[in-house]
């Protein structure tokens, strides 16, 4: 199993970016989220499909980022509007199998806001 997460890197404060995340070699079902980990900070779930397939997000970007999926391609997506200094982060992908409850995760890719 692998994740591959692209798209991060500097914006303005007030830009947008987005995030995909490649997975590859997951033949059960699963769940996926995105995490964020910020300089001395923990990380943090970001946004993420539930069990339930419900949307969990993180208060403080509702209404600016959206997460997305093609099940058909293996892909999660990460909108991300109105960027603010504090987004700046390490941005994580990560899985875990329903069944199983294996967890995976991907190698991250760095988001900067400037302000």
């Known amino acids: 199993v692998q994740l591959q997460a692209f798209g991060g890197g500097l914006v303005r404060a007030g830009g947008s970016l987005s995030l995909s995340c490649a997975a590859s070699?997951?033949?059960?079902?699963?769940?996926m989220a995105w995490y964020r980990q910020a300089p001395g900070k923990q990380r943090e779930l970001v946004a993420g499909?539930?069990?339930?397939?419900?949307?969990a997000m993180l208060n403080s970007v509702k209404g600016r980022f959206a997460i997305s999926r093609d099940n058909a391609k293996d892909i999660l997506y990460l909108r991300m509007n109105d960027l603010k200094p504090e987004a700046t982060a390490v941005y994580y992908c990560?899985?875990?199998?329903?069944?199983?409850?294996?967890?995976?995760w991907g190698q991250g890719t760095l988001v900067t806001v400037s302000s």
């Open positions: 070699g997951m033949n059960l079902g699963y769940r």
């Open positions: 499909f539930s069990f339930n397939g419900s949307i």
């Open positions: 990560y899985a875990i199998q329903i069944i199983s409850r294996k967890e995976y």
